[in-house]
């Protein structure tokens, strides 16, 4: 589906490919025009087209209850892609769907290849079913295995929320982009936890909720998150919260699994949340720019203004000095007309 990121089929993989490979066609092709490597389209690509329509008939399939999960919550009908798949569900869309959905949109020879490839198991060696079958029989795999058949004969059939196999991650980065606000853990809970008609999945989470709503703050501060931690049993021994799922790292510390050394992958709300703490810095950068840009032309207009002031006060005073003046000159000339006008009647 050559989903950008995701696709292997690339560059360097044709290369090997023309090496280890007797598939002329799909070998890379220099371009005469500007000296570019050009892959050209293998038989099982999909075009636009293709791809939407297989992405159409996986959102509406419908499937017995336990056969499977809600694939259609998988589909981005938006970028024409599929994410959020557990291992089961590769497993089904591998071996059941996979050879049908593609039978009409690839070419028969690829379609052949394709089920000979699921159906066989010659693709894997000798060597790594026998380690594969010796794991099976270690005493911890047994323990994991006998606690999730416990877990899937209980009342819940092994469900602990309402999310589907959507993760917490995805599920989170959804509302950030439908609602742009980022929910308290206390919100998160209740949103993965309680049912449309207002009853929670298990008693376990309905005591978690009763216990917090007596320990609560105020929404969205420290103190709240804290007693939610508190009321769902604090943090486990592999770093995660009660409830909280892949999120955990992002709303509560995870000591125990830096003290392993292990590498935690940021968080898809971290990643949004740096990516618009960088936009918001660009942006702030950019406004004090143009804010610096205007006091100064704002002290240039305002000198600009004070000496077109002080010219023109300058102009005033020159003025009223004439006027003056030219008032003093035109009142001796009056006074001596009026004497000689006196010494002619007398």
Same mark, same amino acid.
């Given at each position: 589906m050559e989903v950008k990121g995701k696709t292997k089929d690339t560059i360097s993989a044709r290369r090997d490919m023309a090496k280890h490979c007797k598939r002329r066609k799909l070998n890379?092709?220099?371009?005469?025009?500007?000296? =570019? !490597?050009?892959? $050209?389209?293998?038989?099982?690509?999909?075009? #636009?087209?293709?791809?939407? %329509?297989?992405?159409?008939?996986?959102?509406?399939?419908?499937?017995?209850?336990?056969?499977?999960?809600?694939?259609?919550r998988c589909v981005d009908m938006k970028q024409h892609r599929l994410f959020g798949l557990k291992?089961?569900?590769?497993?089904v869309f591998m071996e059941r769907?996979?050879?049908?959905?593609? =039978? !009409?949109?690839? $070419?028969?020879?690829?379609?052949?290849?394709? #089920?000979?490839?699921?159906? %066989?198991?010659?693709?894997?060696?000798?060597?790594?079913?026998?380690?594969?079958k010796k794991i099976r029989h270690t005493s911890e795999f047994k323990k994991r295995s006998a606690q999730a058949s416990k877990n899937k004969k209980g009342p819940n059939k092994g469900i602990a929320h309402i999310q589907g196999s959507v993760s917490s991650r995805e599920l989170a980065r959804r509302h950030y982009d439908t609602h742009k606000e980022i929910l308290t853990p206390?919100?998160?809970?209740?949103?993965?936890?309680?049912?449309?008609?207002?009853?929670?999945?298990?008693?376990?989470?309905q005591n978690v909720w009763e216990e917090y709503k007596k320990k609560?703050?105020?929404?969205?501060?420290?103190?709240?998150?804290?007693?939610?931690?508190?009321?769902?049993?604090?943090?486990?021994?592999?770093?995660?919260?009660?409830?909280?799922?892949s999120l955990s790292q992002f709303y509560y510390?995870?000591?125990n699994l830096k003290k392993r050394g292990k590498k935690l992958p940021p968080s898809s709300i971290v990643v949004q949340l740096e990516e618009q703490l960088e936009t918001t810095k660009q942006e702030l950068k950019t406004t004090q720019d143009e804010l610096r840009a205007t006091q100064e032309e704002w002290k240039k207009h305002k000198e600009t203004t004070e000496k077109e002031k002080q010219a023109f006060q300058k102009t005033l005073l020159d003025m009223k000095k004439d006027m003056a003046r030219m008032s003093e000159a035109l009142h001796c000339s009056d006074f001596s007309i009026n004497t000689s006008d006196f010494s002619a009647h007398g």
């Open positions: 890379v092709n220099e371009s005469t025009e500007n000296a =570019r !490597e050009v892959m $050209p389209k293998a038989p099982y690509v999909l075009s #636009k087209e293709q791809k939407r %329509s297989l992405c159409e008939w996986i959102h509406n399939l419908k499937f017995p209850d336990g056969y499977s999960s809600n694939l259609g291992s089961h569900d590769c497993h769907l996979l050879p049908i959905a593609l =039978r !009409e949109l690839l $070419p028969q020879n690829s379609v052949t290849f394709l #089920k000979f490839f699921v159906n %066989s198991r010659k693709w894997m060696s000798k060597e790594l079913r026998k380690g594969i206390a919100d998160w809970f209740r949103k993965t936890h309680m049912k449309e008609d207002g009853d929670w999945v298990d008693d376990k989470a609560a703050g105020k929404q969205g501060s420290k103190e709240d998150n804290n007693a939610y931690l508190e009321a769902a049993g604090g943090i486990n021994k592999d770093g995660s919260v009660y409830g909280m799922g510390p995870l000591p």
